[in-house]
Antibody
């Protein structure tokens, strides 16, 4: 059974840092791209970034709103993906989802984790 | 960045109605378009990928069409469990961008 489980959310002050984790199971983790998508309370979905698969050297891509502040990394030995969030802003408050994609441009976000809530507030 | 718009932003419909939601891209995206359904407090669920391919396990009353800049999601006969918000996503180029969503509620 495919599973993606996010963790690490919580309350953080503006300017602070937080690291989210996405633990994967039930599929060959290194074959898949993993995306982060967030949803502010009562708002729509926003793509945050992605980490490509092993064949693509685990390179990452980011939305402009987080580039330079957020970093995606992967630990193949733990089947886990991480989202390091620095210099957090109030507008980063959201539920953060990880979701898997294949390396096909037309096969994205087929399975999602349950999400973890990040609240940035003083 | 490619901007995505959806129409309508919200609609009221009855069980059994045929529902059509439109998604437009600010520039051509071929068929790199995916539709998601999200119910309140739940995780988004993929319905349609590659503009018109039905996700495994999704009822056949859902269908998608379009290419280039205009796309549609159609629900042929609305069921009680279909009341939700629907989002389109373009993944033709980075950054990927979602439409603002279409909320379908009960008339």
């Amino acid at each position: 059974e495919v599973q993606l489980v996010e963790s690490g959310g919580g309350l953080v002050q503006p300017g602070g840092s937080l690291r989210l984790s996405c633990a994967a199971s039930g599929f060959t983790f290194s074959d898949y791209f993993i995306d982060w998508v967030r949803q502010a309370p009562g708002k729509g979905l926003e793509w945050v970034g992605r980490n490509r698969n092993k064949a693509k050297s685990y390179t990452s891509q980011y939305a402009a709103s987080v580039k330079g502040r957020f970093t995606i990394s992967r630990d193949e030995s733990k089947n886990s993906l991480y989202l390091q969030m620095n210099s957090l802003k109030i507008e980063d408050t959201a539920v953060y989802y990880c979701a898997r994609s294949t390396d096909s441009w037309n096969d994205v976000l087929d399975f999602w984790g349950q999400g973890t809530l990040v609240t940035v507030s003083s | 960045d490619i901007q995505m718009t959806q129409s309508p932003s919200a609609m009221s419909a009855s069980v059994g109605d045929r529902v059509t939601i439109t998604c437009r891209a600010s520039q051509g995206i071929s068929n790199y378009l995916t539709w998601f359904q999200q119910k309140p407090g739940k995780v988004p669920k993929r319905l349609i990928y590659a503009s018109s391919s039905l996700q495994s396990g999704v009822p056949s009353r859902f269908s998608g069409s379009g290419s280039g800049t205009e796309f549609t999601l159609t629900i042929s006969s609305l069921q009680p469990e279909d009341f939700a918000t629907y989002y389109c996503l373009q993944h033709s180029s980075y950054p990927f961008t979602f439409g603002p969503g279409t909320k379908v509620d009960i008339k």
